[in-house]
């Protein structure tokens, strides 16, 4: 995609005047705005209807940023070196004198932090004198979207711009991970845990389903939610639902709406929510799906699909 420098001007001159925008990124896109400033982070919270008590994940350019903010360890470094900048989220320990807004973390001494892979993120990135905090751009547990339209759909009017960045690659938000006391994995997402796994000579899990014990309110049930009843390990479908399958059918019916046509769990994850997003704007009132193989990015669709079906 082509770099267009006046717009990126544009998004510098609204976050330093503490508005939030539209960001985009890799995985999904994110409604940003400077994470040192009060007025500007407590926006997010009012248009997203967030509740307070749901921390922000914060978005730097480079280590160098990070460090005036957080403390590190060994095992971050090696994780930044290999994975980052992409689709991952740590769980650090926030230092005493860091400028992050009180209303980021709720006040905790943890905070959630990633570097942006998307070229047009890093670019407004490394333009700001602060890093972003930016949850994903929807109505508090709705869909997360994946284009600078979707954002729109979300917000309209009420934010005042949107940076145009393409359709997410990713299209899932990002792994989070805690590196806290003990590793753990908080949430599936954009980076395969396998990737993970391999690099850590470990065996990491995430209890698929559980409730975590862990204060991370995305693993809450009811999230990533399109609003109307979702029915999974469907084999027929009835009439009125919408069918997302990602094996190929040798019938057609224009009720059905593949996420990969070749059977391909990536594919999926990318086009979990444009699917949900389009079935929800086509007016159906029910959505039936096709069981979707646990495991690599079959476990975040099946995560999120599970989170949307709960009432
Ligand atoms: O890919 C992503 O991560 C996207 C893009 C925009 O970066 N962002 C995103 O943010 O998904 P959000 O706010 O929609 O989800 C962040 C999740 C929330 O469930 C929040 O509870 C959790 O991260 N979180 C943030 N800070 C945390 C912390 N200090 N401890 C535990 N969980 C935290
Ligand atoms: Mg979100």
Do not use: W
């Not at 997010?44 to 967030?50: A, E, N, Q, T, V």
């Not at 919408?242 to 059918?249: H, T, V």
């Amino acid at each position: 995609m082509k770099i267009n420098v006046s717009n990126i001007k544009k998004a510098v001159k609204y976050l330093n005047n503490n508005e939030c925008i539209g960001m985009p990124t890799e995985t999904v896109y994110g409604l940003a705005a400077n994470a040192y400033s009060n007025k500007a982070t407590k926006k997010i919270f009012k248009l997203k209807g967030r509740p307070a008590d749901n921390p922000l994940i914060v978005h730097y350019y480079n280590i160098k940023d990070l460090e005036k903010d957080c403390e590190t360890n060994k095992l971050f470094y090696k994780l930044y070196n290999s994975l980052c900048p992409g689709p991952i989220t740590f769980i650090l320990k926030l230092k005493n004198d860091s400028k992050i807004s009180k209303n980021v973390t709720n006040n905790k001494k943890t905070l959630g932090v990633r570097f942006p892979s998307h070229r047009i993120a890093r670019i407004l990135l490394k333009s700001l004198k602060y890093p972003l905090a930016a949850p994903s751009a929807n109505i508090s547990e709705g869909i997360s979207p994946v284009t600078k339209d979707d954002v729109y759909d979300e917000f309209g009017e009420k934010i005042k711009f949107i940076l145009e960045g393409g359709r997410s690659k990713v299209g899932v938000e990002s792994t989070i991970i805690s590196l806290q006391k003990k590793l753990q994995i908080l949430r599936l997402g954009g980076l395969d845990i396998t990737i993970l796994n391999k690099k850590l000579k470990t065996n990491l899990k995430t209890t698929m389903y559980a409730r975590s014990k862990i204060n991370s309110p995305g693993r809450r049930s009811i999230h990533y939610s399109p609003g109307i009843p979702i029915r999974l390990n469907a084999v027929k479908i009835k009439k009125d639902e919408a069918f997302i399958l990602i094996k190929k059918k040798k019938e057609y019916n224009k009720n059905y709406f593949y996420l990969s046509k070749t059977n391909n769990l990536m594919e999926s994850a990318k086009n979990l929510y444009k699917t949900l997003r389009k079935i929800k704007k086509l007016g159906y009132k029910k959505i039936a799906v096709q069981k979707i193989p646990n495991k690599n990015f079959g476990l975040v669709i099946n995560d999120r699909l599970f989170r949307a079906s709960k009432k």
